[in-house]
C-alpha cells in the first residue's frame, strides 16, 4: 500500500511559467513533508519542508501548501527555469518514527 | 565541506555473490541512513543508525542483508548470496542528529546489478 503518491509520473512546463507537482498521502499520522530534487546519478537533494500545523511555506521561487483535509501537498516553483529540470520526490514522516516514506516521483521538464 | 560519499559508484556481481557498499557520512553527522532505490520508484527505508548502534533496522528486507557502522561514521551495507531482485541504486544520506526534522544529506549511490 503506497502511503505517498505522485500520480504524475512527468510534467512538460514552459521556461517561466509556473510548475505545479502534486502529492498525495493516506497516512493521518504524517505531521512532516519534504519535497527533495534530484538529478540523474546524484542523489536527493532537499529541496523544502512544511510542517502539519502550517498550510504554506515559501522560500524563494519555491512554495509547498499543505492541505491536511484533502491530504494533499503541492509544490509550486515560480518562474520556472531550465535548471529545475529535475525528478522531484515527496516525503513524508510521522512526528514518532524517523523514516521518510517516499512518494516514486515526477520528472519535471522545463522547456525553453 | 565535503558531502557524503559512497563506494563503489557501480557494482555489478554475479547471482549468489557477497556485495559490500561503503557510506562515507559528512564529518559530525551522528545519523547515518540506508535507502534502497528501484527503477521507477522513490527510495525506500532499509535502516539508520544513531552513533554505532542501529536504531531501527525495519526496513532491512530479510537476513541477507546487515549494515554495521563500528566507529560511528563510516558505514557498510553488506548483502550476502545475492539475488537479482536485489539489483537497485543503494543510497546512504546522513543528518546532523537523529530527528525527523534535521535535513538528510543523502550520497550518490551505489548502483548495485546482479546478473
Known amino acids: 500500500d503506497q502511503q505517498v503518491k505522485q500520480n504524475s509520473p512527468s510534467l512538460s512546463v514552459q521556461e517561466g511559467r509556473i510548475s505545479i507537482l502534486n502529492c498525495d498521502y493516506t497516512?493521518?499520522?504524517?505531521?512532516?513533508f519534504l519535497w527533495y530534487k534530484k538529478y540523474p546519478a546524484e542523489g536527493p537533494t532537499f529541496l523544502i519542508s512544511?510542517?502539519?500545523i502550517k498550510d504554506k511555506n515559501e522560500d524563494g521561487r519555491f512554495t509547498v501548501f499543505l492541505n491536511k483535509s484533502a491530504k494533499h501537498l503541492s509544490l509550486h516553483i515560480v518562474p520556472s527555469q531550465p535548471g529545475d529540470s529535475a525528478v522531484y520526490f515527496c516525503a513524508a514522516s510521522a512526528y514518532s518514527n524517523y523514516q521518510l516514506i517516499w512518494g516514486a516521483g515526477t520528472k519535471l521538464i522545463i522547456k525553453p | 565541506g565535503a558531502g557524503v560519499s559512497q563506494t563503489p559508484s557501480n557494482k555489478v556481481t554475479e547471482k549468489g555473490k557477497y556485495v559490500e557498499l561503503r557510506c562515507d557520512p559528512i564529518s559530525g553527522h551522528t545519523a547515518l541512513y540506508w535507502y534502497r532505490q528501484s527503477l521507477g520508484q522513490g527510495p525506500e527505508f532499509l535502516i539508520y543508525f544513531q552513533g554505532t548502534g542501529a536504531a531501527d533496522d525495519s526496513g532491512l528486507p530479510n537476513d541477507r542483508f546487515f549494515a554495521v557502522r563500528p566507529e560511528g561514521s563510516v558505514s557498510t551495507l553488506k548483502i550476502q548470496r545475492t539475488e537479482r531482485g536485489d539489483s537497485a541504486v543503494y543510497l546512504c544520506?546522513?543528518?546532523?542528529?537523529?530527528?525527523?526534522?534535521?535535513?538528510?544529506?543523502f550520497g550518490p549511490g551505489t548502483r548495485l546489478t546482479v546478473l
Open positions: 512544511i510542517s502539519s
Open positions: 544520506a546522513s543528518s546532523l542528529t537523529l530527528t525527523a526534522r534535521d535535513t538528510q544529506y
Open positions: 497516512n493521518s499520522m504524517f505531521d512532516y
